[in-house]
């Protein structure tokens, strides 16, 4: 193979930390010497070795004279962890091809370490690629913010339920099975009080070695019941709950001995929690991806306030008309559009996918 065809492979096991190594990067790397991937590896979770560290561990002393593939440069900081660009030149690696620059200004710099000590260094191999893995980490890095995934399932006519106020499934069971993964591969998942009282969900991950995201509940006054499903279930993750500054002190004791976390928060204009503020709180947390998964009004104050990244959304292929719930509610805001699309076909459903950019 090229150097395309092995960093490929290195995006491949870079892919597996999706989810998992947040504040991090995922990373892949993978070790190529005469022609044979001589070791591979890539980043299991945040304070573990790096992608780098574990292919250099496993190629053992094949590694002297090998070329190095890696998706992010490797870093030249000590943090968790010590700088990968020491375990290269220590490993004897005389060629390294990076997938794209770290945009860490703090762990930037390891391409022009390892080029001051003699190893020769390609940048920019599958650049777009390896950037779309790692949406979550540079905006994260840049900002401080997590990236905001926004998620529907929704009829052709734009209704996201049959009846309003009642829940159940609009797509079918491919589109459900995609959620789930998507689930697996983001670091929190976001609904509002309203679906929460509705469809008294598990916001869970319910696929093969899947793990559930942190759960995330809007709900300004604390309706939420400590009898919920998502209180009362097995689950490695938390649940917190944001609520304004008035919402009464009794009912956070009640969730908080069902084992949510509560965050208080401003209102904002709207009346509405200000969700820059929990956003902000997320990322202060550490936490780089947030998928929002309704519904309407808190999809549209996500939208109003300018916070989403990315779109998902999910087309059955049928009309529902004025007895539904529409995708949005209070949804004043500039005109978006979604670019870098792609269509896939789920079972009956089609899957819209892009990024939003503001016209």
């Known amino acids: ?120 260094v390609e940048m920019g191999v599958l650049e777009q690629e390896c950037r779309q893995l790692n949406h979550p980490f540079i905006k994260h890095s840049l900002t401080g913010l997590p990236w905001v995934v926004m998620k529907a399932g929704m009829s052709l006519d734009g209704k996201i339920s049959k009846l309003q106020g009642q829940g159940g499934p609009i797509t079918g069971p491919e589109s459900r099975q995609r959620v789930h993964e998507l689930r697996n591969q983001l670091d929190v998942i976001l609904i ?23 759960r995330v509940i809007l709900d300004s006054q604390l309706r939420l019941p400590p009898e919920a499903k998502l209180l009362q279930q097995q689950s490695t993750a938390q649940t917190w709950i944001f609520c304004e500054h008035q919402a009464a002190a009794e009912k956070q004791q009640k969730l908080e001995e069902a084992g949510a976390i509560i965050y208080r928060v401003d209102a904002d204009d709207h009346g509405q929690l200000d969700l820059k503020q929990v956003v902000q709180r997320l990322g202060t947390s550490g936490l780089s991806s947030v998928l929002v998964e309704g519904g309407a009004a808190v999809h549209g104050a996500f939208l109003r306030a300018g916070l989403v990244d990315e779109v998902y959304l999910f087309i059955a292929p049928y009309f529902i008309g004025d007895t539904g719930l529409s995708l949005l509610v209070g949804s004043q805001f500039d005109q978006l559009r979604l670019v870098e699309t792609t269509t896939e076909k789920l079972g009956q459903d089609t899957l819209l996918h892009g990024l939003l950019q503001k016209l």
């Open 192 to 214: 509002g009080i309203g679906t929460a009282l509705i469809d008294n969900p598990l916001l869970t991950t319910r696929i093969e070695n899947g793990r559930d995201p942190l």
């Open 1 to 120: 193979m090229d150097d395309s065809g092995y960093m490929r492979l290195a995006l491949e096991l870079a892919q597996k930390g999706q989810g998992r190594t947040a504040p991090n990067p995922c990373v892949g790397a993978v070790l190529v010497r005469e022609g044979q991937v001589v070791g591979s590896g890539w980043h299991h979770k945040a304070g573990m070795p790096h992608a780098e560290v574990n292919a250099i561990a496993e190629a053992g002393t094949a590694c002297v004279g090998a070329t190095l593939y890696v998706t992010l440069e490797p870093c030249n900081h000590t943090g968790k962890t010590p700088p990968c660009t020491q375990a290269v030149l220590a490993a004897g690696i005389r060629r390294v091809v990076v997938g794209m620059a770290d945009p860490n200004p703090i762990a930037a710099g390891g391409a022009d370490f390892l080029r001051s000590h003699g190893i020769d």
